[in-house]
């Protein structure tokens, strides 16, 4: 990437309202600072010390009033903008959100849709699908369903592993990842985030250890630390997690589990070769570790091999329709061995109690009528899409050269910048992007990297004008930053 140094304008900065006054306390908080400082921001929030237009204090100004690294302060400012207590505003910081529903009777839905762009802001940092012809699709279907005598099996109560024909269909979605099982193996979820919440309440005690790749999904992170595990990072190549690496982590003894992602992992994009599975499943079944195989976006890498087939009794399959289908379809799949169906029913009885049927029912006369395929391919060749715009704007390598495809573009940031620095300087043309620091597991130095999430902008418009400011941004590197 050619891109030569200079320097971005920073428009000057308005006096903070009230910001100055607050300080997160971080008194009595267990876990990660990151964590700390968003429950403080949310506690302030909810407390009205910080009222909604508030500008924040800067990720420098913050780090150095409370003396952590900027780095931990852009994680719990990222943190606050997932939970939707903050936003940007081009040029000027981060504010308090204030609230952001569409009103009744004014023909929208009620509800806050926190991946949308705010005050100029193009999100960049979220993976989420793109959508199209899926509402079309949902509009045909919930008529369709509207117009039946009866809607009563799917209106009430269901067994908590879902009803036959929807564990059955179920059973055909992960057939397209390549795991062969039967209706009677498989557990009707609540999404992909409610499958990974069964399987590690169901298998791992508080104590246990939980290994996972050094760099993860925060979602996983935050629920294995409320779950009481304790959390180890397993060292990544370029094709996801390291066997020699398991290995080691698989010495120090008593249970063992392991959270991977074998196809686009999450946030690398790393997709694991045949050998590579092997030699990880042959770990697993050498020191007796279960694994939970997330599988979520496997279906933009298809035609390898799954962990759950090379070690089946040692392998919780996951996944969910979210990212292939419409995330509001609360529905993910889990297929398990034999001898854990029954905890992991159990386990889904005491949380959950059942997925939603009705959804449930949707997305399995989905799989079932050929929707759910023609719905997957098509956000396949949008993905494809918006990465052709990221490799023209960006300048990256195509799949020729051996980049996937997928939701997300993972870049490494080289001589001497900091990914911080360029997380702020996109910040500051209005454009949000996630520093590796939000993905770190463990505490050793995360790399200097950024995620740039290429589905949740609206459109290819809006998609280009973020790629564009995030190019100037990239400008003040004093070198090309490369990809991993």
């Known amino acids: 990437m050619t891109i030569t140094a200079a320097t971005v304008a920073r428009p000057s900065q308005p006096k903070p309202r009230g910001a100055d006054a607050w300080k997160p306390n971080l008194a009595g908080h267990d876990g990660p600072l990151y964590l700390a400082i968003a429950d403080s921001l949310a506690a302030a929030v909810a407390g009205g010390i910080l009222p909604p237009g508030t500008r924040l204090p800067t990720h420098r100004d913050l780090a150095i009033r409370l003396g952590v690294t900027i780095g931990t302060v852009t994680r719990a400012y990222a943190e606050a903008a997932r939970r939707g207590l903050t936003d940007g505003t081009v040029g000027r910081g981060t504010f308090v959100r204030g609230p952001d529903v569409t009103k009744p009777g004014s023909g929208g839905l009620v509800g806050i849709d926190h991946d949308r762009p ?3 802001m193009i999100n960049l940092s979220v993976n989420r699908p793109a959508m199209g012809p899926q509402l079309e699709a949902l509009q ?8 039946q005598a009866d809607l009563g099996p799917v209106m009430g109560y269901q067994f908590p592993a879902g009803a036959p024909a929807h564990r059955a269909a179920g059973a055909a979605w992960m057939r397209r990842s390549g795991v062969e099982t039967t209706p009677d193996r498989v ?14 309440m169901t298998v791992a005690r508080p104590g246990d250890v939980l290994l996972t790749e050094a760099l993860a999904y925060p979602g996983l992170t935050s629920l294995a630390r409320r779950l009481g595990l304790v959390l180890e990072p397993v060292a990544l190549d370029a094709e996801g997690m390291r066997p020699d690496a398991l290995e080691a982590a698989c010495r120090g003894g ?16 790393a997709v694991m070769g045949e050998e590579r599975r092997r030699q990880i499943a042959e770990v697993a079944m050498r020191h007796d570790a279960l694994m ?10 298809p035609g390898h091999t799954p962990l759950a087939m090379l070690a089946p009794e040692h392998t919780i399959f996951v996944t969910s329709v979210s990212k292939a289908l419409m995330p509001g379809l609360r529905v993910g799949y889990m297929a398990l061995p034999k001898r854990l169906v029954d905890p992991a ?4 009885r005491a949380t959950t109690l059942m997925a939603p049927p009705l959804m449930a029912e949707i997305v399995a006369r ?11 391919r098509w956000q396949i060749t949008e993905i494809a899409a918006r990465n ?27 001589n001497g910048r900091r990914a911080d620095d360029v997380v702020e300087a996109a910040r500051a043309l209005g454009v949000h992007v996630a520093p590796a620091a939000a993905f770190q597991v463990g505490r050793a130095f995360p790399p200097e990297a950024i995620r740039i999430s290429l589905s949740a902008a609206a459109d290819h418009g809006e998609l280009a004008r973020g790629l564009s400011r995030l190019a100037e941004a990239l400008r003040c590197c004093p070198d090309e930053p490369a990809l991993i």
């Open 345 to 348: 029913t159990e386990t889904m």
């Open 254 to 269: 008593g249970r063992r589990f392991v959270y991977l992602t074998p196809s686009i992992q999450n946030p690398t994009t």
């Open 118 to 120: 705010v005050g100029g």
């Open 292 to 301: 939970v195989e997330d599988d979520v976006h496997g279906f933009l890498a």
């Open 140 to 147: 045909a279907t919930l008529a369709h369903l509207a117009a």
């Open 366 to 376: 989905w799989i079932g009528d050929g929707t759910a395929e023609r719905l997957t």
């Open 187 to 200: 557990v009707v979820t609540a999404g992909c985030q409610n499958a990974q919440t069964v399987a590690l």
């Open 388 to 414: 052709e715009i990221a490799e023209r704007l960006l300048e990256l390598p195509g799949p020729r050269e051996g980049r996937i495809r997928s939701f997300h573009v993972w870049l490494k940031i080289e």
